[in-house]
């Protein structure tokens, strides 16, 4: 995943994020409202309608997301405690779960298995979201184009 791609992705990610808070309020708008002693269906129908479509952003978002990079373990566990907590989907969100956890695993794997073979840096800023190593060149005057 190149420079470009992943500030992309990370602004998606961003934007991915702020629709699942969007959505959890809705949904906690919707069932407050529902706990009134007589409350008002046309406003249900309303805030239902309103369920629906951040529903459906979300899962475009999502979509998209994992078109870009399926291996993002934050992206993925977000999602997943997004179905299990605000969805109830538990079924679904406990897949995602496993996939985030397995990603991270991965990942780790890759950071250790790199770290061992004693000529590869193990910060985590130098890996992409999905654990490939990145390859930075310097362009300061003093150390221009040494690879790190």
Same mark, same amino acid.
């Given at each position: 995943m190149d420079f470009i791609a992943a500030m992309n992705f990370e602004n998606m990610f961003r934007t991915f994020k702020s629709l699942i808070?969007?959505?959890a309020n %809705?949904?906690?708008e919707f069932w407050n409202h529902l706990m009134d002693d007589s409350p008002d269906l046309v406003r249900l129908s309303v805030s239902g309608a309103k369920i629906n479509q951040s529903i459906n952003a979300v899962e475009d978002h999502w979509k998209k997301l994992s078109r870009m990079s399926s291996n993002a373990p934050k992206a993925l566990k977000l999602y997943a405690t997004y179905l299990i907590e605000? %969805?109830?989907d538990k079924e679904t969100g406990n897949e995602q779960m496993v996939k985030a956890k397995e990603s991270a695993n991965l990942r780790t794997n890759f950071e250790f298995n790199g770290a061992s073979s004693g000529n590869q840096d193990t910060d985590v800023n130098s890996y992409a979201q999905d654990g490939t190593p990145c390859i930075y060149i310097s362009g300061e005057s003093e150390h221009l184009g040494i690879i790190n």
């Open positions: 808070e969007k959505s %809705l949904h906690f605000v %969805l109830n």
